[in-house]
């Protein structure tokens, strides 16, 4: 019987979202006050969650304490009190929407997961507007 474990993290960053191809009236009519020219910033809240099998010697399905780290170290590390768009690479020629963004941090993680259990990202940009990845 498979079982889903989540660790819950958060971390700030400021973005900006337009695209480059359009000019600055177009990228307010499509993203109104979210394409400031000067950034703007969400306090993000991340669940990651992992379903699986419980290991019949350790009782877990995965050591939370080792999600704790992963989550630490391949995604907080990376992202906290940074600018999306200028400080993070991946998001050099796309545009951070939480939707980019929540596909980045599971890429991120999926690397560092074992294989056999199921991997799902939860991004609130706000508490009512998140996105779920999985795949």
């Known amino acids: 019987m498979a079982v889903t474990v989540s660790r819950k993290a958060h971390f700030n960053a400021a973005h900006r979202l337009y695209n480059k191809s359009w000019s600055d009236a177009k990228n307010y009519e499509v993203f109104g006050k979210c394409s ?28 939370m304490k080792l999600l704790k780290d992963i989550i630490y170290n391949h995604v907080e590390k990376k992202l906290d009190h940074k600018n999306l768009n200028l400080d993070v690479s991946y998001f050099e020629n796309i545009i951070p929407t939480a939707e980019h963004i929540v596909m980045y941090i599971w890429e991120l993680l999926r690397n560092e997961i074992p294989k056999h259990l199921k991997l799902e990202v939860t991004l609130y940009e706000t508490p009512r507007n998140f996105v779920t990845y999985s795949a």
């Open 36 to 63: 400031n020219p000067n950034y703007h910033g969400h306090n993000y809240e991340l669940i990651v969650s992992l379903t699986g099998e419980i290991d019949e010697n350790t009782g877990y399905v995965f050591d």
